[in-house]
C-alpha cells in the first residue's frame, strides 16, 4: 500500500471507522488527498481513483463492516465495492466478474478462468466464513486467496487491499500500511506464492511490516 493509501486511511478510515469526534469534511478530506496527489504524481492515482476510493469506504461504513463479524462479508459485498473502485474509470467492467483469461509471467501463473469465476468466489467466502484461528493470519491468508482469483480485468490489487483490512479492523488491528518504497518487494512476494507456491518471504512481509 503506498504513501497515498496511507493518507487515505489516515485521514479517511479512521475518520470514516474509528474517531467520529475528529471529522472532516467530505470536501475537506478531497482536498487534501488531491493535494497529495499533485505534491507526489509518482504515485499513480488519479483524482477520481481517490474519490472512488472514499465512496468505497463510505460503502463499508454504511454497511459497518468494520463492526460486524467476517461472515458479514458476501460475494455481493465484493461486487459493489469494486463497482465503486472502478465507477467512471470502466464502467463497463466495474463490479462484473472478467470474462477473458489472465496470466502473469508469460503463462507461469494462470489466474482461474472465467466460467470458473463465480465458484471460485463463493468458494472462498465459504472459506472465510468457517475458518478461525489468528484473525491476523486469516486476514493475510484471504488477501492472497483473492488476489490469486483475480476475478476482475482491474482493481483487484484495490479490492484485495480493502479486504484485508476490512478484516483486520474488524479483529480489533490497525490497517496494513505499506510504504511506496516497499510496493515492489511487497509485489515479489506475492508472485513468488503464486508461481512458487513458496509463502514463507509473502508472510515475513507482513510479519516485519
Same mark, same amino acid.
Given at each position: 500500500?503506498?504513501?497515498?493509501?496511507?493518507?487515505?486511511?489516515?485521514?479517511?478510515?479512521?475518520?470514516?471507522?474509528?474517531?467520529?469526534?475528529?471529522?472532516?469534511?467530505?470536501?475537506?478530506?478531497?482536498?487534501?488527498?488531491?493535494?497529495?496527489?499533485?505534491?507526489?504524481?509518482?504515485?499513480?492515482?488519479?483524482?477520481?481513483?481517490?474519490?472512488?476510493?472514499?465512496?468505497?469506504?463510505?460503502?463499508?461504513?454504511?454497511?459497518?463492516?468494520?463492526?460486524?463479524?467476517?461472515?458479514?462479508?458476501?460475494?455481493?459485498?465484493?461486487?459493489?465495492? =469494486?463497482?465503486?473502485?472502478?465507477?467512471?474509470?470502466?464502467?463497463?467492467?466495474?463490479?462484473?466478474?472478467?470474462?477473458?483469461?489472465?496470466?502473469?509471467?508469460?503463462?507461469?501463473?494462470?489466474?482461474?478462468?472465467?466460467?470458473?469465476?463465480?465458484?471460485?468466489?463463493?468458494?472462498?467466502?465459504?472459506w472465510? =466464513?468457517?475458518?478461525?484461528?489468528?484473525s491476523?493470519?486469516?486476514?493475510?491468508?484471504? =488477501?492472497?486467496?483473492?488476489?490469486?482469483? =483475480?476475478?476482475?480485468?482491474?482493481?483487484?490489487?484495490?479490492?484485495a487491499?480493502?479486504?484485508?483490512?476490512?478484516?483486520?479492523?474488524?479483529?480489533?488491528?490497525?490497517?496494513?500500511?505499506?510504504?511506496?518504497?516497499?510496493?515492489?518487494?511487497?509485489?515479489?512476494?506475492?508472485?513468488?506464492?503464486?508461481?512458487?507456491?513458496?509463502?514463507?518471504d509473502?508472510?515475513?512481509?507482513?510479519?516485519?511490516?
Open positions: 500500500m503506498n504513501k497515498l493509501f496511507l493518507n487515505i486511511f489516515l485521514l479517511v478510515n479512521f475518520n470514516l471507522f474509528c474517531t467520529p469526534d475528529l471529522e472532516f469534511s467530505k470536501q475537506e478530506q478531497l482536498d487534501i488527498i488531491k493535494k497529495e496527489v499533485i505534491r507526489n504524481p509518482k504515485y499513480g492515482y488519479s483524482n477520481l481513483e481517490v474519490a472512488n476510493l472514499i465512496k468505497a469506504l463510505e460503502l463499508i461504513k454504511t454497511l459497518n463492516l468494520v463492526n460486524k463479524s467476517k461472515k458479514e462479508i458476501t460475494v455481493q459485498t465484493i461486487l459493489d465495492l =469494486h463497482k465503486l473502485i472502478l465507477k467512471d474509470i470502466d464502467n463497463e467492467n466495474a463490479g462484473k466478474l472478467r470474462t477473458t483469461t489472465v496470466s502473469i509471467d508469460n503463462n507461469s501463473y494462470i489466474f482461474p478462468q472465467s466460467y470458473e469465476l463465480k465458484a471460485k468466489l463463493d468458494e472462498f467466502i465459504k472465510l =466464513h468457517e475458518t478461525t484461528g489468528d491476523v493470519k486469516v486476514a493475510i491468508d484471504a =488477501h492472497l486467496k483473492f488476489v490469486n482469483i =483475480h476475478p476482475f480485468l482491474d482493481g483487484n490489487g484495490r479490492t487491499k480493502l479486504l484485508l483490512n476490512i478484516l483486520l479492523i474488524q479483529a480489533g488491528y490497525v490497517p496494513f500500511l505499506l510504504d511506496l518504497e516497499k510496493r515492489d518487494a511487497f509485489f515479489v512476494t506475492i508472485k513468488k506464492a503464486q508461481v512458487e507456491n513458496d509463502l514463507a509473502y508472510y515475513d512481509f507482513f510479519l516485519k511490516n
